[in-house]
């Protein structure tokens, strides 16, 4: 059984900084490329970040490049996302995702998702 189980999110000031996780099982973690998408109440569950199968190339939303860092451990089956001077638009529910191929928009590549984590970002 797939499991992607996400981990790390809370209630922040504005400028404050969390790290989120994504503990997976159940698949060869480092046969897919990984992924962090953000669904805000009432919207679209948007593309944060994505990572290659090996770590190597990474993409981000315009609206996190330069404040957030995603990386993967492939020893540890471990997805991460650092979140630095956050901003109250950044209040979400996060979602680890898989795919077979690395993700620059859209869900639509997507192969199994987490059950996710509430990030608030308190202005």
């Known amino acids: 059984q797939v499991q992607l189980a996400e981990s790390g999110g809370g209630l922040v000031q504005t400028g404050g900084r969390l790290r989120l996780s994504c503990a997976v099982s159940g698949l060869s973690f480092s046969r897919y490329a990984m992924a962090w998408f953000r669904q805000a109440p009432e919207k679209e569950r948007d593309l944060v970040a994505s990572i290659d199968w090996i770590g190597a190339r990474t993409h981000y939303g315009d609206s996190v490049k330069g404040r957030f860092t995603i990386s993967r451990d492939n020893a540890k089956n471990t997805l991460y996302l650092q979140m630095n001077s956050l901003k109250p638009e950044d209040t979400g529910v996060y979602y680890c995702?898989?795919?077979?191929?690395?993700?620059?928009?859209?869900?639509?590549?997507?192969?199994?998702w987490g059950q996710g984590t509430q990030v608030t970002v308190d202005s």
């Open positions: 995702a898989a795919s077979e191929r690395p993700l620059v928009a859209g869900t639509s590549g997507v192969s199994y």
